[in-house]
Every structure is written in structure tokens, then in C-alpha cells.
């Protein structure tokens, strides 16, 4: 069975790379047609999300993050990874690494409009001194 599954560090201090791994099994993260994503739950706040890399390795990020964020990938790890640079307090939440099989510009991923198909069980991360 598909699953996804989200590791790192729990605590990271301000101005440092946050740097989290999603591990994949059951799944490809090249199989056709399939968009890996990174969203997150701020504290109090909605889901936001953060953004994806497809099957054929090209990334889109959200446009609050894009000078900070970057996604990768290893596909002999069926992994992905994300780096958050010159991280704040504002960054801290819980993070799930997600999957959708029907892509979109990001302007829909933005609104919300994506549904995803799998979620890990999300990590926290705080960003404090």
C-alpha cells in the first residue's frame, strides 16, 4: 500500500535551512502523471501550500516562497526533499509531504483548489532560538 512518510528535524533556529524528506513506498515518484507536493499548518492558521515537484522532475513553488524554498528529488531513493532557507517563526507548522495525480497551475494549488490523494502523517517543525 501506498505511503508517505516525512523526516527531519523537529526544531530548527531562525535564519537557518530547514531541510525535510519525504520517503515514498508502495508508489513511484515517477510514475506518470504524478505531482509531489509539500504543504503546511501553521499554527491557528489554514493550510497553505508550499510546493510540488512532478513525475519528470520539474518544480513550481508558491509565490510567498519562492526566493527561499527549493524541492528535489532522488528517484533511486524514491524520495523528495524540500529546503526552506532563512527560516522565521512564521515558518513554524506541521508539514505533510501530499500526492495528486491531476496538476494544475500554481495558482490553484494556492487556492486550495487541488485535492490530494495521499498525505503523510505530517511533522512539526518549530523555528525558535
Known amino acids: 500500500q501506498v505511503r508517505l512518510q516525512e523526516s527531519g528535524p523537529g526544531l530548527v533556529k531562525p535564519s537557518q535551512t530547514l531541510s525535510l524528506t519525504c520517503t515514498v513506498s508502495?508508489?513511484?515518484?515517477?510514475?506518470?502523471?504524478?505531482?509531489w507536493s509539500w504543504i503546511r499548518r501553521p499554527p491557528g492558521k489554514g493550510l497553505e501550500w508550499v510546493g510540488y515537484?512532478?513525475?519528470?522532475?520539474?518544480?513550481t513553488y508558491s509565490s510567498s516562497l519562492q526566493s527561499r524554498i527549493s524541492i528535489s528529488r532522488d528517484t533511486s531513493k524514491n524520495q523528495f526533499t524540500l529546503q526552506l532557507m532563512s527560516v522565521t517563526p512564521e515558518d513554524t507548522a506541521v508539514y505533510f509531504c501530499?500526492?495528486?495525480?491531476?496538476?494544475?497551475?500554481?495558482?490553484?494549488?494556492?487556492?486550495?483548489?487541488?485535492?490530494?490523494?495521499?498525505w503523510g502523517q505530517g511533522i512539526q517543525v518549530t523555528v525558535s532560538s
Open positions: 508502495g508508489d513511484s515518484i515517477t510514475t506518470h502523471s504524478s505531482y
Open positions: 515537484i512532478t513525475w519528470i522532475g520539474s518544480s
Open positions: 501530499v500526492r495528486d495525480s491531476k496538476g494544475g497551475y500554481s495558482w490553484d494549488y494556492e487556492a486550495g483548489r487541488i485535492e490530494y490523494e495521499r
